[in-house]
């Protein structure tokens, strides 16, 4: 497992910073970034970037390359932990970090602070936890590219989550309020509710039940499906009002599966008030009754971060993986051996960096 672990974080200096900076601009082309050509993008002298990179590795935010046949460092996810949380920090959407208030399937949550002293959620994606099985599955995802990168991958969920929640924020739907995106990580609005699944009781069951099917119809009608639309994902307030959150996966109306997951979204809700609930109703969205009344989706895809292969990438690795909640402690494991004994062909996928070293 991969925790948010910033405790070295006001120990790294500028020069640090620059090197580490330097192997997420090299993580481009290299799993692993060889030294000479740190020196050469990060432009330190040969003795201050070995200093640098003897702490970032003490530091575990990178890690030596254990194969014979191969040398230099790879950038782990606390490296762009705290390449992330320095960016977030410059910026001022975060000052400090607190507690941990959720771990999801692929991502860990985290409540923050700003300068004013407001309170956050701070989401790290932590994609390749889950999607280790679906990707390994997609042998020509792998083929191609035989250095999959986790911190690609969870990126993009990021720039998609992001996106959406900006969208459907602006459009009046009840969703936290997206405030800053660094790299894998999203800050957003703190919802002071419960997740579905752990409500006890409500007191108008059918209440509750109509206005999520209506949710439903009303993304469906602006040309979205929120995909993994369940009582994990569903917060529900003392004033029993609604919010939606975890959106990386929505799909456009025109999805060439949109109907099985406008189905699947449907069919989560009718089951769990059925068994929490014992709410049976005879009434449920059809994706035939669904009339386009605006394109938020084409919108959101405009928005340039959904050119077609981005978008594939991202499906191959997390469509499969939705409503698949067992193992996850063991993925992870998987997912480090896999990178170790995948002998890179300096083929990664290519990230598109907001890193400059100055
Ligand atoms: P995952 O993609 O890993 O499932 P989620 O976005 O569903 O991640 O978040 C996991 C959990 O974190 C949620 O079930 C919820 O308890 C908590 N959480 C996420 N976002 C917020 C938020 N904006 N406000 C309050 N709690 C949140
Ligand atoms: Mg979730």
Redesign the pocket.
């Known amino acids: 497992m991969v925790n948010l672990d910033i405790r070295n974080l006001r120990y790294l200096t500028k020069q640090d910073f620059r090197v580490l900076t330097a192997f997420e601009i090299a993580s481009k082309n290299h799993e692993y970034v060889p030294i000479e050509l740190l020196i050469k993008i990060s432009k330190c002298s040969q003795s201050a970037c070995a200093r640098s990179i003897s702490i970032l590795a003490q530091f575990k935010l990178i890690k030596p390359c254990v194969s014979r046949k191969e040398n230099g460092f790879r950038l782990t996810f606390a490296g762009a932990d705290h390449l992330a949380l320095k960016a977030l920090c410059n910026r001022g959407s975060v000052q400090s970090v607190g507690n941990q ?2 771990v ?4 860990d ?1 985290y409540v923050v602070s700003n300068e004013s002293h407001e309170t956050f ?1 701070l ?1 790290l994606h932590r994609l390749g936890r889950t999607s280790f099985r679906a990707v390994k599955n997609t042998r020509d995802y792998l083929g191609k590219r035989k250095s999959a990168s986790w911190q690609y991958l969870s990126r993009l969920a990021a720039e998609r989550e992001f996106a959406y929640l900006r969208i459907l924020f602006d459009n009046g739907f009840p969703v ?1 309020k997206p405030l800053d995106q660094s790299r894998h990580c999203i800050v ?4 002071d509710a419960y ?1 579905l699944r752990s409500v006890g009781a409500i007191e108008n069951v059918s209440k509750v039940y109509s206005e999520l099917m209506q949710l439903i119809v009303r993304l469906a009608e602006n040309g979205l499906i929120h995909g993994d639309f369940n009582e ?2 569903i ?1 529900l307030a003392d004033d029993a009002s609604i919010t939606i ?2 959106l990386p996966q929505m799909v456009s109306i025109d999805h060439k599966n949109a109907e099985e997951y406008l189905n699947r979204d449907v069919d989560c809700i009718r089951t769990f008030f059925e068994k929490k609930f014992r709410f049976k109703s005879e009434e449920w969205p059809k994706f035939s009754e669904i009339q386009r009344k605006s394109s938020l989706d084409r919108q959101v895809a405009a928005s340039g971060h959904f050119s077609a292969s981005k978008v594939r990438h991202y499906e191959d690795a997390r469509i499969e993986t939705i409503g698949d909640d067992s193992d996850v402690d063991n993925i992870q494991d998987n997912i480090e051996k896999h990178i170790v004994e995948d002998k890179s062909d300096g083929n990664c996928i290519e990230v598109e960096d907001e890193a400059t070293v100055p």
């Open positions: 208030i959720g999801g399937k692929e991502s949550i959620v989401k936290p957003m609005e703190f919802i997740p994990f994902n917060l959150i975890d």
